[in-house]
Structures are given as structure tokens and as C-alpha cells.
């Protein structure tokens, strides 16, 4: 497996604020992937990072909203602008291990907006 | 396109007995994945085990075990000696192998077990 960190753990944010959820693994992965867990629901894949290019979104995620970087094969970020109540959720970053065939989890990001 | 249903919202279990966790999933593809995560109260997603569809061969992780039925396109999940830690939320999910890497998951069944 590997050990994936995510910062924050937990934000309360302003409607119509952004703000930038960090993922950092602790070797060098492939796939890196990123899904929102809404109130009491199951997760949905929001995009997949890709190193070097564009993110791949997922129907109903536009990268207007949910911008991604990621810079390195250890690191990116997923940004949630122009928040609304609806945003609040947990978001959690996933890597592609096992040759992309099984998925490890970070800690969660859980996000309130007001 | 791939679907996982997890009928069993909630299920209860008293302490060292065993419990089951059902799921089914439809997909016309012959080539996947299936897993079982938990999801305690702190959020974090664990991996609690992995069955590659091409084997016939059931997994098992010392106390998890599945019933992989390929043909019904059933995979259930069996915890034995259930613990006061195996209370959590367990989803189940499908990979399709040739996907790149997009995990589909079931609607979760919250696990509580009783002392």
C-alpha cells in the first residue's frame, strides 16, 4: 500500500469561497483520482489527475469548478471554487497501485460550507 | 454501463458471531474487479479485500471472506468473529480492468456490531 496525507482534514468556508484540498503520497503513483462523498451517500469519482495534462472529469464535474493540478507523480491538489452549501461534503483522493488495479484512500477532507 | 447495488442498508451482529453483507453488480464486461472497503466513523477508506474476476478461487483476509458468484454476478462479504472495530460503513466496488481506474461503488451497508 502507500501512505497518502490529506490537508486539510476538515474546513468550514464562506459561500462563495474557494478553497484547495492537498494530496500528497508518499511514493511515486501513476493514477491519482479524486471523489466527493456527499452527506450519508456513497463516493463518486469527480476526475482523474493526470501527470503532465489535463485532468479527466467525470460527467457532471467541470474543471471551471473543481480545478486540479497535479505538478509531480506525489503531489496534487483539487480546488472547489465558488462554493454553495450543495459542496458540502468529504473529499477524498485515491492512488492506483498494483498496476492501477487496486485503489488506496487518504484520510478525507471534510468540508462544510455555510 | 456498470452498476453495484447493496440491498442491506443497515445490519447488526452480536460479538464474535458472523455476518454476511450482500452485493450485486451488473456489467456485460468479463474482465474486472471487485473489492470490499470499510469506512469507520473517522472517514479514512480501507481496503478490506480484492477479487480478481478471472479467479474462481474465493478470497480471504483472515477474518473477511467473499462469496464471489461470477455467473450471478454476486459478491458477498463475510466477517467472521466480528469485532466491536468491524463497526463501520462497507461498500462495495467494481473496477473494470480495462477502465482507467474509475472505481464504482455500491450505496453502503452500515455494520454494527453489538456487544
Known amino acids: 500500500s502507500a501512505v497518502i496525507s490529506q490537508k486539510p482534514s476538515r474546513d468550514i468556508c464562506q459561500r462563495g469561497t474557494s478553497l484547495t484540498i492537498q494530496c500528497q503520497v508518499d511514493?511515486?503513483?501513476?493514477?491519482m483520482f479524486w471523489y466527493r462523498q456527499q452527506p450519508g451517500q456513497s463516493l463518486t469519482l469527480i476526475a482523474t489527475?493526470?501527470?503532465?495534462?489535463?485532468?479527466?472529469?467525470e460527467s457532471g464535474f467541470v474543471i471551471d469548478k473543481f480545478p486540479i493540478s497535479r505538478p509531480n507523480l506525489t503531489f496534487s491538489t483539487l480546488t472547489v471554487s465558488n462554493m454553495s452549501p450543495e459542496d458540502s461534503s468529504i473529499y477524498l483522493c485515491s492512488v492506483g497501485l498494483a498496476g492501477g488495479d487496486t485503489q488506496y484512500f487518504g484520510p478525507g477532507t471534510r468540508l462544510t460550507v455555510l | 454501463a456498470q452498476t453495484v447495488t447493496q440491498s442491506q442498508p443497515e445490519m447488526s451482529v452480536q460479538e464474535a458471531e458472523t455476518v454476511t453483507l450482500s452485493c450485486t453488480y451488473d456489467?456485460?464486461?468479463?474482465?474486472?474487479?471487485l473489492f470490499w472497503y470499510k469506512q469507520p466513523p473517522s472517514r479514512q477508506m480501507i481496503l478490506v479485500i480484492r477479487q480478481e474476476a478471472y479467479k474462481q478461487q474465493n478470497a480471504t483476509e483472515n477474518r473477511f471472506s467473499v462469496n464471489f458468484q461470477k455467473a450471478a454476478k454476486s459478491f458477498s462479504l463475510k466477517i467472521s468473529d466480528s469485532q466491536l472495530g468491524d463497526t463501520a460503513m462497507y461498500f462495495c466496488a467494481f473496477l473494470f480492468s480495462g477502465n482507467t481506474g474509475k472505481l464504482i461503488f455500491g450505496q453502503g451497508t452500515t455494520l454494527q456490531v453489538k456487544p
Open positions: 511514493s511515486q503513483v501513476t493514477m
Open positions: 456489467t456485460s464486461e468479463n474482465n474486472y474487479y
Open positions: 489527475a493526470n501527470q503532465g495534462s489535463e485532468a479527466t472529469y
